[in-house]
């Protein structure tokens, strides 16, 4: 049972727009939540993250939104680039005692073309 | 540039033999988990130390797979014996807690099992 879902697999925008990469979550106890890039033969790099307490967070061209009624965050970059073009992961972060482990949706395809 | 390393970065083998994974974690980090990525399976949590005590290893199947952390340098996650069903990329990823929760990865071990 995903506890954290991103429900889709690829995404194509134009260079210059907006991109969009949602995910969903079911546990309301989860504290942070983190977004995550890979490219290929590399491994994920962090993004960036959200506190359950906010719901914006905002760095350069990319902006987390959260809203916890509806257990949904999403990230926009904005103007995508070409180089965006990875796969991105939404994690969470269970908060419970010392165990403060991420659980991980299984990734969003961003393509971003010229 | 502090990163992780992982080695080896690929290891091809046939279905019995022992593999090992080493990972260095980030120097000051007092977190290391080992993920396995698969395509269905997204990025699964194997284990999780922190001030190289075991935490969790709920993930990995204790038959055949074990986890342990000799210095804080060093990580190491072995299979004996591989299985076919075992080749995957293994990463590595160490962090801070008390701290956001953000991970910091290596590159991964590519792992194939004949």
């Known amino acids: 049972d995903q506890q954290v879902k991103q429900n889709s697999p690829s995404l194509s925008v134009q260079e210059g727009r907006i991109s969009i990469l949602n995910c969903d979550y079911t546990?309301?106890?989860?504290?942070?939540f983190l977004w995550y890039k890979k490219y290929p033969a590399e491994g994920p790099t962090f993004l960036i993250s959200?506190?359950?307490i906010k719901d914006k967070n905002e760095d350069g061209r990319f902006t987390v939104f959260l809203n916890k009624s509806a257990k949904h965050l999403s990230l926009h970059i904005v103007p995508s680039q070409p180089g965006d073009s990875a796969v991105y992961f939404c994690?969470?972060?269970?908060?419970?005692?010392?165990?403060?482990?991420?659980?991980w949706g299984l990734g969003t395809s961003l393509a971003v073309n010229p | 540039d502090a990163r992780v390393t992982q080695t080896p970065r690929d290891k091809v083998t046939e279905m019995g033999q022992e593999v090992t994974m080493r990972c260095q974690p980030i120097?000051?980090?007092?977190?290391v988990f080992w993920y396995r990525q698969t395509m269905m399976q997204g990025l699964e949590l194997l284990a999780y130390?922190?001030?190289?005590?075991?935490?969790?290893d709920s993930g990995m199947p204790k038959d055949r797979f074990s986890a342990e952390m000799p210095d804080a340098t060093l990580a190491t996650l072995k299979i004996q014996p591989s299985e076919p069903r075992d080749s995957a990329v293994y990463f590595c990823?160490?962090?801070?807690?008390?701290?956001?929760?953000?991970?910091?990865f290596g590159p991964g071990t590519r792992l194939l099992v004949l």
């Open positions: 990823a160490s962090g801070f807690s008390p701290g956001r929760g953000t991970q910091y």
């Open positions: 120097l000051g980090h007092n977190t």
């Open positions: 130390f922190r001030n190289r005590a075991p935490l969790d």
């Open positions: 546990n309301s106890m989860f504290d942070y």
């Open positions: 959200i506190s359950s």
């Open positions: 994690a969470a972060r269970v908060p419970a005692g010392n165990n403060r482990k991420l659980i």
